[in-house]
């Protein structure tokens, strides 16, 4: 039996995820990545060198990220939440978003560990993602 | 490290798994769900009942399907195939891909077991992925 989840279960869903697919649009085409995250009053918080996905999300900030947590092919929920790319700039609020990162996923590489300790490091950049709809389903 | 995989490296990891997620652009936004799916040729095969999903690809059949595999946070796969969105039509061809899934994918729900009894079954839409592009990378 499939159901729509309400807006906090699928909300609860995304804030037990560790790993979500970030979906975004490159150059009218969509392009799927798996990212670390961590959600916090209805923004998404990640991190990310720059690259195709960054280019990406800069040039068309509209934005989604699914979340799912799947026993089997029979009993499963996913989650998806739409929201605008913002990127997060201010050197207190870049260390402040990766001081929770570094701390909910320890296992970050040697450079990010080392740009919780100089954010001005240029070379990672932080952001969120604006949530302004979330929807999800479950079959169990 | 992360290097990049080569397109066998990428299509090889997208043959072994089972979940992937479909990225689709639903009027101007990017979606994504998770899909079983079938790789075979350079075509990924699903179906799909009708929906969010089936509109959007109708409307734009740009879309891409990432699969991933995760063994922690520093040591994970991840590929992604772009291709271009078509419908089965045909019954035979129809019959031919949900008997492959279903025997791939057992626990497929009884009505569409049902619908690889008969094909002409109008609720699954039976697709394709006719992939043109696949890339991929590394973290170990």
Same mark, same amino acid.
């Given at each position: 039996?499939? @159901? ?17 697919? &970030? ?18 009053? @209805? ?21 989604? &990220?699914?979340?799912? &947590? ?37 296992? &970050? ?32």
């Amino acid at each position: 039996m499939n @159901r729509f989840l309400s807006e906090d279960e699928a909300l609860d869903l995304i804030s037990r995820g560790a790993v979500g697919r &970030l979906g975004c649009i490159d150059q009218d085409e969509p392009y799927v990545v798996p990212i670390n995250y961590l959600l916090e009053e @209805r923004s998404i918080y990640s991190h990310s060198l720059p690259g195709r996905k960054l280019d990406a999300m800069r040039s068309q900030p509209r934005v989604c &990220l699914q979340v799912d &947590l799947v026993d089997d092919d029979l009993h499963w929920r996913s989650a998806i939440a739409f929201g605008r790319f913002e990127e997060i700039r201010g050197q207190g609020a870049r260390q402040t978003v990766l001081g929770k990162l570094l701390a909910r996923f320890p296992r &970050l590489t040697p450079v990010e560990s080392m740009i919780v300790q100089d954010a001005a490091a240029p070379d990672s950049i932080v952001f969120r993602i604006v949530v302004d709809r979330v929807t999800g389903v479950e079959e169990s």
